[in-house]
Nanobody, 125 residues
Framework: QVHLVESGGGLVQAGGSLRLSCSASGRANRTYAMGWFRQAPGKEREFVSGISRSGVGTYYADSVKGRFTISRDIAKNTVYLQMNSLNPEDTAVYYC??????????????????WGQGTQVTVSS
């Protein structure tokens, strides 16, 4: 079993930045493809970004491309999401997720076996 904990969310003004972290424990000696998802009120959970098991491959939703950067520190079992130029449409609960079945991350939530509890990101206009 893998336990994921997100941190770094908060309230920020439009144009500001936040860095989310996702720390893994449990069977953390194994690395997985990891993804970040978000869910706004009344909307479905959507893929934001993902990183391959090795950390070489990174993937982004079109809505965040050029503004968000995903990275991982395998030694620390931590994945990061640097979010710049935030706008109110980025307001949501952000979740990190682990995908042990694949080498590269999927945009489908159903491909992920492990989920964090989520961290709220609120961007004011």
């Amino acid at each position: 079993q893998v336990h994921l904990v997100e941190s770094g969310g908060g309230l920020v003004q439009a144009g500001g930045s936040l860095r989310l972290s996702c720390s893994a424990s449990g069977r953390a000696n194994r690395t997985y493809a990891m993804g970040w998802f978000r869910q706004a009120p009344g909307k479905e959970r959507e893929f934001v970004s993902g990183i391959s098991r090795s950390g070489v491959g990174t993937y982004y939703a079109d809505s965040v491309k050029g503004r968000f950067t995903i990275s991982r520190d395998i030694a620390k079992n931590t994945v990061y999401l640097q979010m710049n130029s935030l706008n109110p449409e980025d307001t949501a609960v952000y979740y990190c997720a682990g995908c042990p079945r694949y080498t590269i991350p999927s945009a489908r939530p159903s491909a992920y076996d492990y989920w964090g509890q989520g961290t709220q990101v609120t961007v004011s206009s």
